[in-house]
């Protein structure tokens, strides 16, 4: 089944699927990906520094033999590591044993103490994330530019920015503005608004967590399930196929072999049995009393999204 792509705003194409990497294993990992691009079709990977396991990744691209030209592979610049966004990433494309990346990402609107007691989660003495609140973010984006610049990366964008974020830190000094947004968005937490605007400027929304995370009760879900029933799909077919349908660019993870091809299959095949109405129903979904964000670390400060726990 040949995956739709979504054009960026440099024209740059991204298969409207990926293959998550958060928590998956290192040893779990590269067989994953390795089953992912030669077993189930999958052409776009989305990894990070800070998931600890991009050599993994890199070693199960490299034994799936599909050549690098034909896969779209993410990764994020880590909160430690805005004051020095191309060494990061030069540590990034060494790990995952490529020349370039086809997008980067600034994964918070964050720095973290570089110089703190951990080189991931620097904390205080009384246990709060150690953040750096007066770091600019045009500063990291400034950054971000010039590795585009230098062909490091096919195209720049953000992960986990609100509209205000965009709107007060980016948009005014931006030479580039960012062509993604990854944010949480699946069934209990469509963000609509958000969607909206940031395709109004341009800025391609993917949906991070579309199976709602770890131990999920989207799976349970009462309308997908239903709408699943109806076409003899899987509840999970419905959530992916859901987003798909919507033109967002959709991440599942997986590392059960299974699974990774079933969320491939089904999503394509929901998202194009999925009609207006089934679309509409599950639009509801979250606004009639369902909805919940999944991934809200402790920043202990104010990111500007709606519905922050
Ligand atoms: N930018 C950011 O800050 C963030 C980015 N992300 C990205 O998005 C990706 C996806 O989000 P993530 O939070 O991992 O969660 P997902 O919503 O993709 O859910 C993953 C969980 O669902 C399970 N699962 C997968 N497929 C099925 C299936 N068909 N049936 C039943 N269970 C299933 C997985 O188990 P198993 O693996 O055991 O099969 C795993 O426990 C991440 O891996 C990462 O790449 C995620 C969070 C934040
Ligand atoms: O991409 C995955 C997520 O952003 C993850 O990296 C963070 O949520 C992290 O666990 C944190 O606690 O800040």
Known sequence: MQCPKVKLNNGVEIPILGLGTWQSKPNEVTNAVEY????????????????GNEEEVGEGIKRSGVPRSEIFITSKLWCT???????????????????????????????LNPNGNHPVFPTRPDGTRDILLDWKQRDTWAQMEAVLKKGKVRAIGVSNFSQC???????????????????????????????????????????YSPLGSTNSPLLSDETASAI??????????????????????????????ARIASNYRGALTAAAKLTKEDIEALDGV???????????PPWGIDLGFDNWP
Do not use: F
């Open 228 to 257: 699943a029933g109806r076409y003899e799909l899987q509840t999970t077919d419905v959530l992916l196929g859901y987003l798909v349908a919507k033109d967002i660019v959709t991440l599942p993870k997986s590392v059960t072999p």
């Open 81 to 111: 590591h805005h004051h020095r966004v191309e060494a990061a990433l030069d540590e990034s494309l060494a790990k995952l044993d490529t020349d370039y990346l086809d997008l980067y990402l600034v994964h918070w609107p964050i720095h």
């Open 286 to 296: 979250a606004a009639a009393g369902k909805q919940k964000r999944m991934i809200a």
């Open 165 to 207: 974020v965009l709107e007060q830190e980016i948009l005014p000094y931006a030479q580039v503005v960012p062509a993604v947004d990854q944010l949480e968005i699946h069934l209990y937490n469509p963000q609509h608004k958000l969607v909206e605007w940031l395709r109004s400027k341009g800025i391609e929304p993917q949906a």
């Open 36 to 51: 992912a691009l030669k077993e189930a079709g999958y052409r776009h990977i989305d990894c990070a520094w800070a998931y």
